[in-house]
């Protein structure tokens, strides 16, 4: 039955070399092989269905094929976009020449299950430090670009970029538009996040998606897209879901906002109030001054309004009074004391007056002195102390004469 | 009595202190006749010196208060 090695003379026909595959295919066992619903194609009234199941991470995918009675038993989990575990056999179907797992059994990655395998990613990230808050940037204050990943047309696309140029009319978007779910969001949000990382000009990326079931956010708990923001060297900005949702990318970015309207207000300032709060600073800046002057005027004001100040005569007048009264009491004192002396020396006048011969010469009596050049002239007593020509100094009430003697005695 | 200056050439305090001197002396009594006239003499010119300065000091006064007031 089995024919010689294939040459060029004597090649294998195709039905050989299919059964040959189609016989090491079926020798390989049964897999449980976990993985995400790309594609459901199971038109009632055929027996079988074909799936596309889709790795989460790789850009690789496996065909199923699998009877019409378990599709339909699993309706609920048979779904496009799900997790799904199932156990099959290789097939190798000659008629197309195509390989398939023919699936006997189809489970749903229970709820729990993907929830606990966050879990356990979240602490491993968490270990690793890539959660840290020192590891957070800080975003621009007002970014030359933004970078934008987020589905195309989607309502969180709309929602960040309205909210953004409302607050801001000049701010500058690109916009790299992917799979937010599905098996081809992971690889696609990678992709552009690297492009957008290395745009010079993209100073923030942001991720953004709108609410969805925790299936529907599983690529943005994934392991190597938590791992691509990390190494963004441009801060990114989370704003996935809305408000409860916290995918593990959240705790990785730079800043995660609960929704794409709010990364839209936190990536760029408001313009109005920028503005307003501008002016205000500079209206209390004017107003600071103002205060200062006022204050300085109110200062001045009341010192000026000082007595001194006021009235600087006032002073000068209690001064002046009290010169006056100095100059009035040292009036009266010099005064006083010449007054003084003049009576002690009146009086001593007086006593020279009683000792000496001034009454005696008031009567008409002289005094005649020879006028020796001595120091005390002595007294004419007798015509014998002079010859003619002696000088002599005749004192009488008012005066003194001098005369000489003419002749000698006389009796 | 021996050195006496003219009494042009004392001031008020020395001439009054003189003064005061030459009237004790001629109180105290004792001198010869020459002598007390010749103190008598001096006593008066000494009074003289006196109300001259204090005439002047009086002016002085007077003076001031009248440029003063100008």
Same mark, same amino acid.
């Given at each position: 039955m089995s024919p010689g090695p294939s040459t060029a003379e004597e090649p294998w026909p195709v039905r050989t070399v299919t059964r040959k595959i189609a016989e090491w295919i079926d020798r390989l066992g049964a897999v449980w092989v976990e993985g995400q619903l790309a594609q459901v194609t199971a038109r009632a009234g055929t027996g079988t269905a074909f799936l596309t199941l889709r790795d989460p991470v790789a850009n690789v995918s496996l065909q199923l094929t699998a009877p019409m009675g378990l599709v339909a038993e699993q309706r609920e989990v048979v779904v496009e976009g799900n997790r799904v575990i199932v156990h099959g056999k290789p097939s190798f179907f000659p008629g197309r020449g195509s390989l398939s797992l023919r699936v006997d059994r189809i489970r749903a990655v229970g709820l729990g299950e993907l929830l606990a395998r966050i879990e356990r990613l979240r602490r491993l990230l968490a270990a690793e430090g890539?959660? #840290?808050? !020192?590891r957070k940037r800080r975003l621009p204050f007002l970014p030359r670009r933004i970078g934008l990943v987020t589905g195309r047309a989607s309502a969180a696309e709309h929602d960040v970029v309205t909210t953004a140029r409302a607050r801001w009319p000049a701010v500058e978007f690109r916009i790299e538009n992917t799979a *937010? %779910?599905?098996?081809l969001a992971v690889a696609q949000l990678v992709e552009a996040l690297e492009v957008l990382d290395r #745009?010079? !000009?993209? #100073?923030v990326i942001v991720l953004a998606r709108g609410g969805g079931s925790v299936e529907d956010l599983l690529p943005f708990s994934d392991e190597t897209l938590c791992r691509a923001v990390a190494a963004c060297r441009t801060p990114v900005v989370s704003a996935i879901g809305h408000e409860p949702d916290t995918p593990l990318v959240d705790h990785v970015a730079d800043l995660r906002c609960s929704t794409p309207t709010e990364a839209g207000r936190r990536l760029v300032p408001d313009l109005a109030e920028e503005t307003a709060r501008i002016a205000g600073l500079r209206d209390r800046g004017r107003r600071a001054l103002h205060g200062w002057v006022d204050r300085e005027q109110r200062l001045l004001d009341s010192l000026r309004a000082r007595p001194v100040l006021a009235d600087p005569l006032r002073d000068m007048a209690r001064r002046h009074e009290e010169l006056e009264r100095l100059r009035a009491s040292t009036r009266a004192c010099v005064e006083r004391r010449i007054d003084r002396e003049s009576r002690e020396i009146g009086h001593l006048q007086a006593r020279l007056t009683a000792l000496g011969p001034a009454a005696t010469l008031a009567r008409g009596y002289a005094i005649v002195q020879r #006028? *020796?050049?001595? %120091?005390?002239r002595p007294l004419l007593?007798?015509?014998?102390e002079v010859a003619a020509g002696d000088a002599l100094r005749i004192r009488v009430a008012d005066g003194v004469v001098r005369a000489a003697v003419q002749d000698g005695a006389d009796e | 009595m021996s050195e006496r200056k003219p009494v042009a050439e004392l001031g008020y305090e020395q001439a009054r202190d003189e003064l005061v001197e030459v009237v004790r002396a001629l109180e105290t009594g004792g001198l010869g006749l020459d002598e007390s006239v010749a103190l008598w003499e001096r006593g008066e010119a000494l009074a003289k010196r006196c109300e001259e300065a204090l005439a002047g000091a009086r002016e002085r006064v007077e003076k001031a208060l009248s440029d003063a007031e100008d």
């Open positions: 890539l959660f #840290d808050v !020192a *937010t %779910q599905g098996g #745009d010079p !000009a993209v #100073d #006028d *020796t050049g001595a %120091q005390v007593r007798s015509v014998g | -």
